[in-house]
């Protein structure tokens, strides 16, 4: 017998590649949120036009690209915290599966593939993104640590998609539904925030250092008042709409859709990934579907 016949190759499975790693770190479930670019097509009942549609594609890939950066950037500088995370450990950065250099160096090339997607729609646009992505970079260095600025900085970036969204098309947005959008992302925001301290505090694991400012009753408290404003706001809004009160029949889907999120907020403490619940609860995504067909059929009756 040879001595290479003592040795036996064994083919050991090869760690995540770069490639799939990168994919994951950027966080595509996530891009669920840059749905709301289609926001102003649709209330603006130009559902029939394809120029506009073409236009909104093109801001949703372009948000997706720059809310990518971000997350890259993001998950380099806290990758440290994230290693003592139960669940972040696993993002690739933090677990050694993307180096440093290869996610700063994709995050430039997104953003700088998603100012060339905004450079056709107009400067607003363009500025709106600017200020998108000056507001995740302000959040990922300082703003995230500082009680109740956190989740109004969160509450801020769907606002701006929601704008720009309406400025992709060129069509104008109402006041109430940029209102009712930063009081719903706001709701979502201190859910989430509620997630992470019931994680903290019944798993003792550590968390962000602004849960240290927040408490659950005062949570539950602020996740109260936040929820009321949203229904009464959108109510508001239907009571106003130019498509007269025929709008007002859309109203049970979003109480419904908000008691469902706190029920399982309280019942499966599911609120730290509100991604995730938004896209998987079947009578969530019920509500939701639901009310983009009606509203759909509503506007394009008007």
Same mark, same amino acid.
């Given at each position: 017998?040879? &001595?290479?016949? /003592?040795?036996?190759?064994?083919?050991?499975? %090869? !760690?995540?590649?770069?490639?799939?790693?990168?994919?994951?770190?950027? !966080?595509?479930?996530?891009?669920?949120?840059?749905?709301?670019?289609?926001?102003?097509? #649709?209330?603006?009942?130009?559902?029939?036009?394809?120029?506009?549609?073409? $236009?909104?594609?093109?801001?949703?890939?372009?948000?997706?690209?720059?809310? *990518?950066?971000?997350?890259? #950037?993001?998950?380099?500088?806290?990758?440290?915290?994230?290693?003592?995370?139960?669940?972040?450990?696993?993002?690739?950065?933090?677990?050694?599966?993307?180096?440093?250099?290869?996610?700063?160096?994709? %995050?430039?090339?997104?953003?700088?593939?998603?100012? &060339?997607?905004?450079?056709?729609?107009?400067?607003?646009?363009?500025?709106?993104?600017?200020?998108?992505?000056?507001?995740?970079?302000?959040?990922?260095? +300082?703003?995230?640590?500082?009680?109740?600025?956190?989740?109004?900085?969160?509450?801020?970036?769907?606002?701006?998609?929601? %704008?720009?969204? &309406?400025?992709?098309?060129?069509? !104008?947005? *109402?006041?109430?539904?940029?209102?009712?959008?930063?009081?719903?992302?706001?709701?979502?925001?201190?859910?989430?925030?509620?997630?992470?301290?019931?994680?903290?505090?019944?798993?003792?694991?550590?968390? +962000?250092?602004?849960? $240290?400012?927040? *408490?659950?009753? /005062?949570?539950?408290?602020? #996740?109260?008042? #936040?929820?009321?404003?949203?229904?009464?706001?959108?109510?508001?809004?239907?009571?106003?709409?130019?498509?007269?009160?025929?709008?007002?029949?859309?109203?049970?889907?979003?109480?419904?859709?908000?008691?469902?999120?706190?029920?399982?907020?309280?019942?499966?403490?599911?609120? $730290? $990934?509100?991604?995730?619940?938004?896209?998987?609860?079947?009578?969530?995504?019920?509500?939701?579907?639901?009310?983009?067909?009606?509203?759909?059929?509503?506007?394009?009756?008007?």
């Amino acid at each position: 017998m040879s &001595a290479d016949a /003592l040795y036996e190759v064994v083919e050991v499975p %090869a !760690r995540r590649t770069a490639a799939k790693a990168l994919v994951r770190a950027l !966080r595509p479930r996530q891009w669920t949120k840059n749905l709301l670019l289609f926001a102003g097509i #649709v209330f603006a009942a130009k559902l029939g036009d394809g120029t506009k549609w073409l $236009e909104a594609g093109a801001s949703f890939v372009a948000y997706c690209a720059a809310s *990518s950066a971000g997350y890259l #950037v993001n998950d380099v500088m806290d990758r440290d915290a994230d290693r003592a995370h139960p669940v972040k450990r696993l993002r690739p950065v933090a677990s050694g599966a993307l180096t440093p250099r290869a996610a700063l160096t994709a %995050a430039g090339a997104l953003f700088a593939a998603s100012v &060339a997607l905004a450079l056709p729609l107009g400067l607003a646009f363009l500025g709106l993104l600017i200020v998108y992505a000056a507001l995740q970079g302000g959040y990922s260095l +300082r703003l995230k640590h500082v009680v109740l600025i956190d989740v109004f900085t969160i509450a801020a970036l769907f606002v701006v998609r929601a %704008a720009a969204g &309406a400025e992709a098309v060129h069509v !104008r947005i *109402s006041p109430w539904l940029l209102l009712c959008t930063g009081l719903l992302a706001l709701f979502l925001a201190l859910a989430k925030r509620r997630g992470e301290l019931v994680l903290v505090l019944s798993a003792e694991t550590p968390g +962000r250092r602004v849960l $240290e400012g927040y *408490s659950l009753p /005062l949570i539950d408290q602020l #996740v109260t008042v #936040v929820a009321s404003a949203t229904i009464v706001s959108y109510a508001l809004y239907t009571f106003t709409a130019r498509e007269s009160h025929t709008m007002m029949i859309t109203i049970p889907y979003v109480v419904f859709g908000i008691f469902r999120y706190l029920l399982l907020l309280h019942r499966q403490g599911a609120g $730290e $990934e509100p991604d995730q619940v938004l896209v998987t609860d079947v009578p969530i995504l019920a509500a939701v579907a639901l009310f983009g067909l009606t509203c759909a059929a509503i506007l394009a009756a008007s």
